[in-house]
């Protein structure tokens, strides 16, 4: 998989391309990300990429011709390596909330039968937004990670990055590992424990060391449900919604 990311600061995903699971998979070459800076697709000595917004008000605006430029010559990139070119997508409040379903659909999208990987390009917005026309004629979606102001679209841009390669064949150590995370099947995750099986007084629930793996899943189940239940309810109801609720989860929900 390829993502490209326009930032007018590159240097926010140095440190993200080189840790944690994500680096593992750069390094494994299951993803490649390269930044491009607006800046080095200018046509003045400023290297000017904002200006002040038609009809005033306060805070600058990105200009639209270099976002232009910096799209349009990822595009050439991608079309000289044979690379197929995927959605470019923009980071804005105004968009499609950032949840796991959209994480999956967008998977889906982007791998084929073969699991060919395919290509994604974010937009980080800075200052008071961009130029609409820009908006209008190379962006493909909006994504929000939530009602939230940030001075950028970098942090946003990095939890799609994130979310998105964890979900790629070969990344995680163990498959299974992000089939069971929050979302996967609606619900948020079950509680998780580990050694010692005492810590200053609170024991570890005794069914999680049983050996019985039937037990064990029915109680991860429940408890599932009674977190999600308290914590996001609105899950409880888009959940039943879509028919991921048995009987016996419904029996559980009314004992709640």
Request: charged letters at 25%.
């Amino acid at each position: 998989m390829r993502f490209d990311v326009v930032t007018l600061f590159p240097e926010y995903f140095e440190t993200w391309s080189r840790a944690g699971v994500c680096g593992r998979a750069v390094d494994r070459e299951i993803i490649s990300l390269r930044c491009w800076n607006p800046r080095d697709f200018t046509s003045d000595a400023h290297q000017t990429v904002d200006d002040r917004p038609y009809g005033g008000g306060p805070g600058m605006v990105m200009m639209a011709a270099p976002l232009a430029a910096t799209v349009d010559a990822i595009v050439r990139d991608c079309l000289g390596a044979g690379q197929a070119v995927g959605p470019t997508v923009l980071m804005s409040p105004a968009g499609e909330p950032l949840t796991q379903s959209w994480v999956e659909q967008v998977r889906t999208e982007l791998l084929d039968a073969d699991y060919t990987p395919l290509q994604m390009t974010l937009i980080c917005g800075r200052y008071e937004g961009i130029d609409q026309r820009f908006c209008d004629q190379y962006v493909d979606e909006l994504v929000s990670v939530g009602d939230v102001v940030l001075s950028g679209g970098e942090i946003a841009a990095m939890a799609i990055l994130d979310a998105l390669t964890r979900r790629l064949p070969g990344v995680l150590g163990d498959e299974a590992s992000s089939q069971e995370d929050s979302f996967m099947n609606g619900l948020l995750d079950h509680p998780h424990y580990t050694r010692p099986e005492n810590f200053e007084g609170a024991e570890v629930p005794e069914v999680l060391l049983s050996g019985h793996h039937g037990n064990i899943a029915g109680w991860r189940r429940e408890q599932s449900l009674l977190m999600t239940a308290l914590h996001r309810p609105d899950l409880i109801e888009a959940a039943r919604e879509k028919g991921l609720l048995s009987t016996k989860d419904e029996s559980l929900l009314s004992d709640i």
